[in-house]
């Protein structure tokens, strides 16, 4: 079954930046769009960023011009790179599918950003 692991959090800065990754197992990655989504505590799970299989992107208002969501088909592996972050941003990060067809969720990884 596909396997999703997420990495890269941490705790930074207001204005710092981050990087995240996702190793995604199986033989589907390259024909599938993958995303990025982000859960605060008491909150709904919502959709950060999406990359479909041709590179296309669309990201969330609160995040776009500041994140920005790539994909390493060889690497089965999607990044997110996330600039001039605020306290707002702070949530645990999930990947999954781009689709409604999504895999079984990964641990998360946390992001917290705090003056």
């Known amino acids: 079954q596909v396997q999703l692991v997420e990495s890269g959090g941490g705790l930074v800065q207001p204005g710092g930046s981050l990087r995240l990754s996702c190793a995604v197992s199986g033989s589907v990655f390259s024909i599938n769009a993958m995303a990025w989504f982000r859960q605060a505590p008491g909150k709904q799970r919502d959709l950060v960023a999406v990359i479909g299989s041709d590179n296309s992107t669309t990201y969330v208002n609160s995040v776009h011009g500041r994140f920005t969501i790539s994909r390493d088909n060889a690497k089965n592996t999607v990044y997110l790179q996330m600039n001039r972050l605020k306290p707002e941003d702070t949530a645990v990060y999930y990947c999954?599918?781009?689709?409604?067809?999504?895999?079984?969720w990964g641990q998360g990884t946390q992001v917290t950003v705090s003056s």
């Open positions: 999954n599918s781009g689709s409604r067809h999504f895999f079984s």
